[in-house]
């Protein structure tokens, strides 16, 4: 039986906002068509002071798709994925309103924030970004352009994400490196794992399946990690690594290149 590598294999799609970004083929297809679909994307035009690349001097948000300096406004900090992120205009409440803290840097003009987004103080984001309802991201998170995060997901301290999706409830939480990278619902990195993208030698990278090695098309290709996917702290996963639904990564350790199925069990 020749190995299933579509999409559908690794993910459930049903709720994904931009399931259309995959296509009937190989799961790694979606990278290749990133970055230009999220050039067709629309974008909300952004104050000028927002968009300048440098820290943000004030705190923002967005409600009901304006932009609002955040000054007199009451903002109470809760579980951003559990919708508890308030902020009030006096005893009104905004319900689902964004909060872009003083000191995030935005460098370029293509950004659409969803609902009850928080962006921590210290995070830089290239544009294009695309960050789904009720997600976060941290202090000191580096988004390199090209990004696109679903709802309840979060992109950690000291994270580094290009070229990436994540599904929806998937979160890299602390020191995490992601590169040309696939997140399916509800994975979750240990802190410190690291998904090499690039290879030593020139040329694509090479994916091997049982069936013998598929020619990704793809020079830079870092993982897919299928739906609920864990990673242990310290973990690494080499250009190329495929990781099917539910399976675990285990700390310290290096998963080989190419398939792994189902319910894998990854250890040193």
């Not at 906002?17 to 790694?28: P, T």
Request: with cysteine; net charge neutral; aromatic share 10%.
């Amino acid at each position: 039986m020749t190995t299933d590598l579509s999409a559908n294999s690794f993910f459930d799609l049903a709720d994904f906002e931009h399931r259309q970004i995959f296509g009937a083929g190989v799961v790694w297809e979606a990278l290749a068509r990133l970055k230009d679909y999220l050039a067709a994307g629309q974008y909300p035009v952004l104050p000028s002071e927002m968009a300048s690349g440098r820290p943000l001097d004030r705190t923002w948000l967005l409600f009901e798709g304006r932009f609002r300096d955040a000054a007199g406004f009451d903002i109470r900090f809760g579980d951003v994925g559990r919708g508890a992120l308030a902020v009030y205009d006096g005893e009104r409440l905004l319900p689902g309103a964004t909060v872009i803290m003083a000191g995030v840097i935005l460098r370029g003009e293509a950004f659409r924030f969803g609902r009850g987004v928080l962006i921590e103080s210290g995070a830089f984001i290239d544009g294009p970004a695309v960050i789904g309802d009720f997600s976060e991201v941290r202090q000191g998170a580096y988004l390199r352009g090209n990004c696109l995060i679903g709802n309840r997901c979060v992109v950690g301290h000291v994270t580094e994400v290009k070229h990436t999706i994540f599904l929806d409830d998937a979160k890299a939480g602390h020191f995490a490196y992601l590169g040309d990278t696939i997140l399916g619902n509800r994975v979750n990195l240990g802190a410190g794992t690291k998904m090499a993208n690039l290879r030593f030698v020139a040329g694509n990278v090479p994916v091997r399946t049982p069936e013998g090695t598929v020619d990704s098309g793809l020079r830079k290709f870092g993982a897919i990690l299928g739906d609920r996917v864990q990673t242990g702290c310290n973990s690494v996963t080499n250009p190329g690594t495929l990781i099917g639904r539910r399976s675990f990564l285990l700390p310290n350790t290096t998963a080989q290149s190419g398939y792994h199925p189902d319910n894998s069990m990854i250890r040193a």
